[in-house]
């Protein structure tokens, strides 16, 4: 972690590793977390220095699904927290960004352009599957999900009412792909 205003000079990094790229691995683990993915898309969004606060319930409303108007103090808080002892000091100790913790100001490096490329790719579902939210909006999607769930409830009614003689083995078997099915329409 640099000082607040200090150059990559200044620390005793040349400019050239202060700028240097970060390594697939280095991305891949900074990008691992949601929260530090939402503040890295944050910071892409926004021009120049941010408040920490700022960041703190963008995340919160994102891990939430709501907006910031709507987040409780309680929602902010445990969110707050961790960015402010672990991801943020994470990410000015890669380089990403320059965190004044004591102000709590947030400033963008270069290196936080490279992550634009990562965090579009995943933002975009792709033409052969698209994402659960569309399957679960179309109706053909609801259709097979109520279907699923129908074909689950009469199976399982059947085998408690007896009117369907299984063995212990297959009734575990067809639970399982019960399971299954269930998990991969819902």
Do not use: C, W
């Not at 963008?58 to 002892?85: C, D, W």
């Not at 000091?89 to 990403?96: E, H, N, Q, S």
């Not at 634009?116 to 698209?130: K, V």
């Not at 003689?165 to 792909?177: D, E, K, T």
């Amino acid at each position: 972690m640099h000082p607040p205003n200090a150059s990559a000079s200044d620390s005793g990094e040349s400019d050239t590793e202060a700028s240097a790229a970060l390594s697939p691995d280095e991305t891949f683990h900074i990008l691992q977390t949601f929260r530090r993915r939402e503040s890295i898309r944050y910071l892409l969004q926004e021009d120049g220095p941010v408040k920490m606060r700022d960041v703190a319930e963008h995340v919160a409303a994102r891990e939430h699904e709501t907006t910031v108007a709507e987040l409780t103090s309680a929602q902010r808080q445990r969110v707050y927290i961790p960015l402010y002892q672990s991801h943020l000091p994470k990410l000015d100790t890669a380089g990403v960004i320059e965190y004044d913790k004591s102000r709590g100001i947030v400033r963008p490096t270069e290196r936080l352009e490279s992550f634009r490329p990562y965090l579009e790719a995943a933002a975009a579902p792709t033409d052969a599957e698209p994402d659960r939210a569309d399957r679960e909006a179309s109706p053909n999607g609801q259709r097979r999900s109520v279907a699923a769930l129908g074909a689950i409830v009469a199976l399982l009614l059947a085998i408690a009412a007896e009117a369907l003689q299984v063995s212990g083995v297959v009734f575990g078997a067809v639970i399982a792909a019960l399971v299954l099915v269930a998990v991969a329409v819902f």
